[in-house]
C-alpha cells in the first residue's frame, strides 16, 4: 500500500471537510441557483461576488465547475451553459421528447465541442433526463481491493467510504488480470455509468448485439443546474426501475457533477458522444471557450 490510513492526516481532514463544504454548496445552488445565474450574468461585479474569497464574500459561492481552481472566465461559461439549459429542460423529471432531445443536444454539442447524440446505430436509451445516484467502486481485475482504488491519502479520504460492489459489472472485470491492468481500464472503473440497458427498445431481441454497442460506450453527463460535467463510460447494468432512480455514477463521477455528498442524487442530462477515433479523454469536461 502507497500509504498509512491509521491516523487522519492533514491531507484527509482538508479532504473530508472539503466535501461537506462542497455538499453545503451545492444545497444552496439547488436553493437559490436562479437568482445567483442572473447575478452573474448582470455584470462582472456578479462574478467578482460569486468568486470572492471566503473572508470577504457574505454567501456561499456555488460549486459549480469540475476544479475550484478554474479562472473567472470558466465561472462565465459554465452559468451561461446552466442558463441556456433552463428554459429546455421540463421542471419534471420525465422523458424528453423528440424536439427537447435536438434542442438540449445542441446546446451541448456547440458549448463542449464535440457531437452530443441522443441515438447511434438506430439504438437510443429509454430516456436521457434521469434521477442519478451514487454507485461503489467495481472490482478491476481479480484480486483487486478497495484499498488498491486509492492512489493517495486524498483519493482515499473523497471516496474510500463508498465501498466496493459484492459482485462484477454487468461486462466482468476490466482486465482479464492486473498485469494487463491498463490506465484506460483504470480510467473506465473510475468514471463508470451503471446505465438501464436492460429497459432499452429491442435489448431482450437484440441482446448480443445491445450488448456489444454497450459496453463501454462513451457518454456526457451534464449537471444542468450547475454546468458540471463529466465524460463516462457504460460499466454496468441498473439501477432496477423500482429504485426511483434511472442510472448510477461512480463515486468519482458523482464528484464531478457536484452530487457526491448528502442524498448523493440528483437530475442529470446523459447523452451518447459520437467519436470513432477515441479521441475525447474520460473525466471532468469544461465548456469550450467563446474566445
Known sequence: MKFKLKKPSFEYLKNKWTLRHRTIQNNFWEKHGAALKHLALGSLGGLMLLSAPSHTR??????????????LKDYDQNVLLAQSLSDKIPKEVRVLDLLEEKDI??????????????????IRLNRNYG?????????RYPGDNLHAHADSASDWAKYGDAGIAPGLGAWGYFAPTKQEFSDIDKQRERYYLAIQTFLVPGFAENFAKYRDFFKF????????????????????????????????????VMDVLGLGGGPRKGPVLYFFIDDPKNEIPLGP???RSKA
Do not use: C
Not at 58 to 71: E, G, K, T
Not at 228 to 250: F, M, N, Y
Open 58 to 71: 457574505q454567501l456561499p459561492a456555488p460549486n459549480f465547475l469540475v476544479s475550484s481552481d478554474d479562472a
Open 285 to 287: 469536461v469544461k465548456v
Open 217 to 252: 460506450r462513451k457518454m456526457l453527463v451534464v449537471n444542468p443546474k450547475t454546468g458540471q460535467a463529466v465524460v463516462a463510460v457504460i460499466g454496468d447494468a441498473g439501477p432496477s426501475a423500482w429504485t426511483g432512480k434511472h442510472l448510477g455514477g461512480s463515486p468519482e
Open 131 to 139: 434521477l442519478i445516484g451514487g454507485e461503489q467502486h467495481l472490482y
Open 105 to 122: 443536444t445542441g446546446i451541448l454539442s456547440r458549448n463542449f465541442g464535440f457531437a452530443v447524440k441522443a441515438d447511434m446505430d438506430n
